[in-house]
């Protein structure tokens, strides 16, 4: 079993920054993929960012790239997501997953909300 405990969050102005944090306990941490999903009020979930834990690897979705960095701490089986110039369209609720085979596990989710 895998425990995710998400932190950061929370209301900014459009063109600022925020930083997400997802800690993870449970099963070992040699494979699979970490990372952060959002959903928006009517719209399906989406993946944004993951990382792959063996090899350091990472995804970005096209809408975050260049503004927004994944990065972790294999000791504190820790993943970051860096957020950067936010727009509006940004506004959601962030998911932490891990991903181990067809195992997907999730975080309780945080608000991020970007005001025009």
């Known amino acids: 079993q895998v425990q995710l405990v998400e932190s950061g969050g929370g209301l900014v102005q459009a063109g600022e920054s925020l930083r997400l944090s997802c800690a993870a306990s449970?099963?070992?941490?040699?494979?699979?993929?970490m990372g952060w999903f959002r959903q928006a009020p009517g719209k399906e979930r989406e993946l944004i960012a993951h990382?792959?834990?063996?090899?350091?690897?990472?995804f970005y979705t096209d809408s975050v790239k260049g503004r927004f960095t994944i990065s972790r701490d294999i000791a504190k089986k820790t993943v970051y997501l860096q957020m950067n110039s936010l727009k509006p369209e940004d506004t959601a609720v962030y998911y932490c997953?891990?991903?181990?085979?067809?195992?997907?596990?999730w975080g309780q989710g945080t608000q991020v909300t970007v005001s025009p």
């Open positions: 997953n891990r991903r181990i085979g067809t195992l997907n596990y």
């Open positions: 990382i792959r834990w063996g090899d350091g690897n990472i």
């Open positions: 449970g099963r070992t941490f040699s494979t699979g993929t």
